[in-house]
Nanobody, 123 residues
């Protein structure tokens, strides 16, 4: 089973940018859908962005669609989340996920998860 490790979180001011990375080990990711999720303490985890296959069209949550960009480098077994114009409501723990069978247009992941990286945005 693929193992995932996120990095790149931190504390920024509103309007600034961050790029998260997620490195996979234990397996190639070519056949995996790869996604980013976030969770605020006390709330359910929510999907942020997913890319279903190498070269596939990404799918975004409505409130990040024009600000965040997901990408993948399968040769490096790494996915990225470029986050621009961050806002305080983006503050959360961000998780990387991998699954082999995810319906396009959904965030229905039931596979491997990383430990998360914290993003904090101050106004």
């Amino acid at each position: 089973q693929v193992r995932l490790m996120e990095s790149g979180g931190g504390s920024v001011q509103a309007g600034e940018s961050l790029t998260l990375s997620c490195v996979a080990s234990g397996s190639a990711i070519d056949y995996y859908a790869m996604g980013w999720f976030r969770q605020v303490s006390g709330y359910e985890r929510e999907g942020v962005a997913v890319i279903y296959s190498p070269g596939g069209t990404p799918y975004y949550a409505r409130d990040v669609k024009d600000r965040f960009t997901i990408s993948r480098d399968d040769a490096k077994k790494t996915i990225y989340l470029q986050m621009n114009n961050l806002q305080p409501e983006d503050t959360a723990m961000y998780y990387c996920a991998a699954d082999v069978d995810v319906r396009v247009g959904t965030f229905f992941f039931d596979g491997s998860w990383g430990q998360g990286t914290q993003v904090t945005v101050s106004s």
